[in-house]
């Protein structure tokens, strides 16, 4: 079990393609917030926080360090830059944490939904792993098919589940997997898959189906209901 100073980094260097717009979806507005601040909110507030990294895209750091200053985001310790895949930026952001924090929560810039309490819950039941995740049951069947989109398989659906940030790990053994990642080149789409990868266990906690990742553009309905049912206080008039 790792020892409980906690460390945020929060991925913020994509490029938003699947959003179908010009550039970064995490600087599209809800009521005149952009998406990011949302989401650095939550980890602002949350208790079990005690520092914040996020990683930017080189072009895109000044904007960021502007929004901080802005929002008054006073537990963001640095904006540093990403890389063009999600796991470099991850990496990024792990190495520019303080000394001090020996457990790294790590979540998805574009995931605004999470409430403080989910994530103080999550992190409280974390404590006793060191690698977590937060997903949630299937609502759909999923198939696998070929590359002719032909069904090869119906694995069972009670067996799966949807996976989301945040994804807590004791930050010794978060480094040496993303080290032993890059030096023999195996590539996850999130970070659980590296220490699985290792060989480690990684425990699925309850994730809630308001925490989705904000990728295309329907998502943006989606989160601006659920903001305007949950967190009408942080909105403008708008
Ligand atoms: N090289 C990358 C790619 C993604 N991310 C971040 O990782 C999170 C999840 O990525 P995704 O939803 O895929 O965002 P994008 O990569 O921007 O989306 P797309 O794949 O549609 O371009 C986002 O907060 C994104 O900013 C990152 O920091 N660095
Ligand atoms: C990390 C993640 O959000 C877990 O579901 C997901 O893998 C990110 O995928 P993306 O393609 O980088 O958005």
Known sequence: MCLDKTGAVIPAAGQGKRM?????????????????????RVFQKARSIAEIVIVAARDEIVLIEELVKKYELDKVVGVVEGGAQRQQ?????????????NRVVIHDGARPLLKIKELDHFLYNAQGYDAAIMAVPLKD??????????????????????????????????????????????????????????????????????????????????????????????????
């Not at 179908?20 to 650095?40: M, R």
């Not at 659980?192 to 290792?198: D, F, K, Q, Y």
Request: net charge negative; proline share 5%.
């Open 20 to 40: 179908g717009g010009e550039g970064n979806k995490l600087f599209l507005e809800i009521a005149g917030t952009p998406v990011l601040v949302y989401t650095l």
């Open 89 to 101: 930026s991850v990496k990024a952001g792990i190495q520019a944490l303080s000394p001090e924090i």
């Open 141 to 238: 069947t999923v198939k696998i098919v070929n590359e002719e989109n032909t069904v090869l398989e119906t694995p069972s659906r009670e067996k799966l589940r949807a996976v989301q940030t945040p994804q807590v790990f004791c930050r010794s053994l978060l480094e040496t997997a993303h080290r032993e990642a890059e030096t023999k080149i195996f590539l996850g789409t999130d970070d659980a898959s590296l220490i699985e990868w290792m060989g480690q266990p990684v425990k699925v906690l309850d994730g809630t189906y308001e925490n989705i990742k904000v990728t295309t553009p329907e998502d943006m309905l989606l989160a601006e209901t659920i903001l305007r049912r949950y967190r009408k206080d942080e909105m403008g008039c708008e």
